[in-house]
T-cell receptor, first 115, second 114 residues
Framework: AQSVSQHNHHVILSEAASLELGCNYS??????LFWYVQYPGQHLQLLLK??????LVKGIKGFEAEFIKSKFSFNLRKPSVQWSDTAEYFC?????????????FGSGTRLSIRP | DSGVTQTPKHLITATGQRVTLRCSPR?????VYWYQQSLDQGLQFLIQ???????AKGNILERFSAQQFPDLHSELNLSSLELGDSALYFC?????????????FGPGTRLTVL
């Protein structure tokens, strides 16, 4: 069965620390990859996405992610976090195709930044 | 503000009851998705509609149903409610139906079943 795993449930960092959140999925075919963020009390919003091309994708607010096909991974990174990055981060993989969506979200990683 | 609106923001009801959640997609978006977010199940995709027709189904219970109207707004109907249905229900929309579309999420409806 198709699945998406985020192994870190809660990450606590100090400001200026580097961040890497893991995301792995089970599937060997073509997928579309997303990272969404949910700030406290707000709706989910897109951080970045990968469909094809350069496997290193840059998103908003200094985030980037690298797609490693051989490892079925799409890890999210940020070189220096800020207190405002405190949020829940969701990796999402869409196993769908051109006429339908089949998106599966990971369980989310709660990121807490100590000022 | 994503441009997706959901009503109501909060809903408190009793077991066995039926409720309807409403979603208006972003202007120009033809596809609407419904999700359930709970503490134990995480964010689960329920169902997708595209231009009025059901396009994809996820983990949606038989007690739940949805539809998309000609003006593209969508409603999610939850019936015979159980305590376990208490959750945050999100609606999202996208321009097209395919898996490569960015989805724009609404603020959610928090359902509490007592």
């Amino acid at each position: 069965a198709q699945s998406v795993s985020q192994h870190n449930h809660h990450v606590i960092l100090s400001e200026a620390a580097s961040l890497e959140l893991g995301c792995n999925y089970s599937y060997g075919g073509t997928v579309n990859l997303f990272w969404y963020v949910q700030y406290p009390g707000q709706h989910l919003q897109l951080l970045l996405k990968y469909f094809s091309g350069d496997p290193l994708v840059k998103g908003i607010k200094g985030f980037e992610a690298e797609f490693i096909k051989s490892k079925f991974s799409f890890n999210l990174r940020k070189p220096s976090v800020q207190w405002s990055d405190t949020a829940e981060y969701f990796c999402a993989v869409n196993f769908g195709y051109s006429s339908a969506s089949k998106i599966i979200f990971g369980s989310g990683t709660r990121l807490s930044i100590r000022p | 503000d994503s441009g997706v609106t959901q009503t109501p923001k909060h809903l408190i009801t009793a077991t066995g009851q039926r409720v309807t959640l409403r979603c208006s997609p972003r202007s120009g978006d033809l596809s609407v998705y419904w999700y359930q977010q709970s503490l134990d199940q995480g964010l689960q995709f329920l169902i997708q509609y595209y231009n009025g027709e059901e396009r994809a189904k996820g983990n949606i219970l038989e007690r739940f149903s949805a539809q998309q109207f000609p003006d593209l707004h969508s409603e999610l109907n939850l019936s015979s409610l159980e305590l376990g249905d208490s959750a945050l229900y999100f609606c999202a929309s996208s321009v097209d139906a395919g898996g490569d579309n960015e989805q724009f999420f609404g603020p959610g409806t928090r359902l509490t079943v007592l």
